[in-house]
């Protein structure tokens, strides 16, 4: 190896904090750098459906935005379900990962690897594959992205500094409401930095980011798509229930942004007002049909209408979960993302922390004539 190949973690405190968003804002601009970068994701949480493909979805879609080739991909070492949780518990799984984890060093001389952390700090112990315990095997630097619910979140990565040490070298504090990004940029930031958390960005809430593709929705309700399944990468920031009178609907569609508006098959006078505001896809539960004019009208203005066998609340339900378990895999968050990390994000501090040697610093001396 004609290199030393350096390792960072990005691991987060609470599952769903913006990993995967900001390994590709982090790596697309350190590839700008002409930096080489690989990517790997230990312990898989998200694996394919396919029963044929075992590729966790979030390596697949980061390995084709990045356009790693093979060489600059590590392997997934386990998927944390329930069944390998219950083979390890019964004695069935035997694997030493931590062992497994070390074949990580035999690099292929990239610059720097960029792993994935578990959801949690403690996620993957029962295998030897929580971010602690990734980060001590790999000799690994950790940065912790953090979702700003609340001024909660010091508490957390104060507590997390406290485990992981000088191997902590900085937080990304992600999805800050706009209300309050002063108060993180003049209060919460300066105190993180005097406890020695250097914080390399602050992510104000973007509501793309925060937004379900309808293609999603169909997907998580097993709905069946009625009109417009070519519309199926529309994005919805909202939600809204047509359960009132029209009027009182009316109120309420005029407030809301790129809405999906979940009513009952037979509500033409919803299904209508909703179509005429801004929403994004019907869907009608009871697995009642739309009449002609609602589907006809529907097709006209290109908003897809779903049909689902389920009751409101349960829909309601299903979708709230989608919301709460946002993943970055429509092409329009990536530019959000990388838009949004080259305005927020410190890359160079980054480097320095990580002593890396960017293409302009091994840039060579000219020859004297």
């Known amino acids: 190896m004609s290199k030393s190949t350096k390792f960072l973690l990005v691991g987060s405190t609470e599952a769903y904090s913006g990993k ?23 312990l898989g949480t998200c694996l394919s459906e396919s029963q044929t493909d075992l590729m966790d979805e979030d390596v697949r879609f980061i390995k084709q935005t990045l356009n790693l080739p093979e060489n600059r991909l590590y392997p997934t070492l386990i998927a944390l379900d329930e ?103 003049t209060k919460v930031q300066p105190f993180l930095e005097n406890q020695g958390i250097a914080v390399l960005g602050v992510l104000p809430r973007n509501t793309l980011l925060q937004s379900v593709s309808v293609g999603e929705l169909v997907r998580q309700l097993k709905a069946e798509v009625l009109c ?18 029209v009027n009182s609907a009316l109120k309420y569609f005029r407030k809301a942004r790129n809405m999906a508006v979940v009513t009952g098959g037979d509500r033409t006078d919803i299904q209508l007002a909703a179509l005429e505001t801004s929403t994004q896809c019907l869907i009608l539960t009871g697995h ?27 829909t309601v339900g299903i979708i709230d979960r989608a919301f709460g378990q ?35 610093s091994r840039k060579p001396l000219a020859s004297s004539p």
Do not use: W
Not at 101 to 127: A, H, K, N, W
Not at 229 to 238: C, G, K, Q, T
């Open 326 to 360: 946002v993943r970055l895999h429509e092409p329009i968050k990536v530019q959000c993302i990388r838009h949004l990390m080259k305005e927020h994000f410190d890359v160079d501090r980054l480097i320095a922390k990580l002593q890396l040697e960017t293409a302009t």
């Open 228 to 245: 417009r399944p070519d519309r199926m990468d529309l994005m919805v920031e909202s939600l809204t229930i047509g359960a009132m009178n």
């Open 83 to 185: 069944a390998t949780i219950a083979q390890r518990i019964c004695g069935e799984d035997k694997a030493n990962y931590h062992t497994l984890l070390q074949q990580f060093s035999q690099s292929q001389g990239e610059d720097l690897v960029l792993l994935e952390g578990p959801g949690t700090l403690e996620e993957g112990r029962l295998f030897g594959l929580s971010l602690p315990q990734i980060a001590q095997a790999m000799k690994a630097s950790v940065i912790l992205v953090v979702r700003f619910n609340s001024i909660l979140a010091v508490d957390a990565l104060t507590a997390a500094r406290e485990r992981l040490g000088d191997r902590l070298i900085g937080t990304l504090i992600n999805d800050v409401p706009k209300d309050q990004l002063e108060m993180v940029q």
């Open 20 to 42: 995967s968003a900001t390994i590709l804002g982090m790596a697309h601009q350190l590839q700008s750098k002409g930096l080489d970068i690989a990517y790997g994701k230990p």
């Open 288 to 314: 009642l049909p739309p009449s002609a004019t609602i589907l006809s009208r529907a097709e006209d203005l290109e908003i897809p209408i779903l049909s689902v066998d389920l009751d409101t609340l349960t």
